[in-house]
């Protein structure tokens, strides 16, 4: 019979190789040091050195002045000046940007990263500070039913900013909602802008994952700077005040 060169160092790698499957790896010693962060540590001269160029150029960018806020606005629940703002330039922008009608706009509470916005020069990074997270502004087609559920988490957690929508709080669920000033129809058909955060099930929206996403990658963020170079291309400033678009009765 003639012997198979190959065939013994084969045989050699397949048991080495199912040997090797079977081993596992234990621990044995974990090690970790806490490092105070204080005044008392040494700069790092070079460090500081190395990254003077970028930290002044990031600077430079940041503070560049982009509008101007009439009023302090706040961050606040069910209703605030602030938020009314942010989803006014959402609803604007979503128009503009998906060419298309588009009902209304929303966005989380948690969104909001800072609690007021003062009045007088508004920054670039001040916008920032707004908005870090890179959110798209996304629309969904909506069913009067899941507004009216989506509404309902919203109520839930003590109100959220919204335009094109009024509604009431009552036993934390959103009643007499009125979207552009007409009560919300069962079987009508919305289209509501939002971010894909919460569009993809986030803060209890779990009604709205599996609903398709018209998305052309537009982050949240833009579209403020966006809308704060119409607001400047007609003559106005950054405003906004409370209109009773959310309000709790008993």
């Known amino acids: 019979m003639k012997k198979n060169p190959f065939l013994i160092p084969v045989l050699i790698v397949l048991a080495v190789a199912g040997t090797s499957c079977n081993t596992t790896y234990k621990s044995q010693q ?5 490092y105070t962060i204080n ?7 070079a460090l500081i050195n190395f990254l003077a160029p970028y930290k002044t150029n990031v600077n430079s960018l940041m503070d560049a002045v982009i509008g101007y806020a009439d009023v ?3 961050k606040k629940m069910p209703e605030c000046e ?3 703002f942010l989803t006014d330039a959402y609803l604007h922008m979503a128009k503009e940007k998906y060419k298309t009608n588009v009902d209304a706009a929303v966005m ?8 007021q916005l003062a009045k007088g020069e508004v920054t670039r990074g001040k916008i920032f500070e707004i908005m870090p997270f890179d959110n798209l502004l996304i629309l969904q087609k909506l069913k009067g039913t899941v507004v009216q559920e989506f ?5 839930a957690d003590g109100g959220w900013p919204v335009s094109g929508i009024t509604m009431q709080i009552k036993n934390g669920k959103a009643v007499n909602v009125l979207i552009d000033g007409k009560p919300i129809e069962p079987e009508k058909i919305y289209s509501i802008a939002n971010s894909d955060y919460v569009a993809n ?3 209890d929206a779990n009604m709205l994952k599996d609903i398709p996403q018209l998305s052309n990658g537009y982050l949240m963020r833009d579209a403020i700077f966006d809308y704060i170079k119409y607001l400047k291309a007609i003559g106005k400033n950054i405003n906004a005040k409370i209109e009773n678009r959310v309000i709790n009765v008993e």
């Open 30 to 34: 974990l090690a970790f040091y806490s």
């Open 39 to 45: 005044d008392s540590l040494q700069k790092d001269t």
């Open 72 to 74: 302090n606005m706040e």
């Open 82 to 84: 602030l938020g009314n």
């Open 108 to 115: 989380n509470y948690g969104g909001i990263r800072i609690n």
């Open 151 to 155: 509404l309902d988490i919203i109520a």
């Open 201 to 203: 099930g986030g803060n």
